[in-house]
């Protein structure tokens, strides 16, 4: 179950403030049950949004909805482990990141990244039909509802 933790007031760090928030703002316990018509879960931080982010200079909807294509491709065309998905996610974004360094000609100058995780819990999506996989129980997973700054919701039938 997703509780807050903190008062919303400490919300600020998610949204960019320089300032950490004192307590988490979210903390997991027990199983989390998603909902039937949620596919998978991801929880990224700040590192993996705002690389994206440097990268495509787009709105957080579409960053979210990348993040979101890239778990639904590494879960539907390879057979991976949950692991092994988000930790492709995470390698297309730092390559994604290398190369437009590399092609805007900052190769010289050392470019520093915030650490970067992606979490993903599979929920329905390798259930839905046209999906492979059996690694359904993992605590790495993804889903539609992707939560940065702000949260998105996909139905199954909206992921590409």
């Given at each position: 179950?997703?509780?807050p933790?903190?008062p919303?007031?400490s919300?600020?760090?998610l949204?960019?403030?320089?300032?950490?928030?004192d307590?988490?703002?979210?903390?997991l316990?027990?199983?989390?049950?998603?909902?039937?018509?949620w596919?998978f879960?991801?929880?990224?931080?700040?590192?993996?949004?705002h690389?994206?982010?440097?990268v495509?200079?787009?709105?957080?909807?579409?960053?979210?909805?990348?993040?979101v294509?890239?778990?639904?491709?590494e879960?539907?065309?390879?057979?991976?482990?949950?692991?092994?998905?988000?930790?492709?996610?995470?390698?297309?974004?730092?390559?994604?990141?290398?190369?437009?360094?590399?092609?805007?000609?900052?190769?010289?100058?050392?470019?520093?990244?915030?650490?970067?995780?992606?979490?993903?819990?599979?929920?329905?999506?390798?259930q839905?039909?046209g999906?492979?996989?059996?690694?359904?129980?993992?605590?790495h997973?993804?889903?539609?509802?992707?939560?940065?700054?702000?949260?998105?919701?996909?139905?199954?039938?909206?992921?590409?």
């Open positions: 179950m997703l509780t933790s903190a919303p007031t919300a600020n760090y949204l960019g403030s320089p300032e950490p928030a307590t988490p703002l979210v903390s316990t027990g199983p989390v049950e998603g909902p039937q018509d596919a879960l991801v929880l990224m931080t700040k590192g993996v949004f690389t994206l982010e440097m495509t200079a787009k709105d957080d909807r579409t960053n979210n909805g990348q993040i294509s890239l778990v639904a491709k879960l539907r065309n390879n057979d991976n482990s949950l692991l092994a998905a988000s930790q492709s996610v995470v390698d297309n974004v730092v390559r994604l990141h290398k190369e437009a360094v590399f092609y805007a000609g900052d190769c010289d100058q050392q470019v520093i990244r915030d650490d970067m995780t992606l979490l993903v819990r599979d929920f329905h999506y390798r839905l039909p999906q492979q996989g059996s690694d359904t129980s993992s605590t997973s993804s889903s539609p509802p992707v939560r940065t700054a702000r949260t998105t919701r996909w139905t199954p039938a909206q992921i590409p």
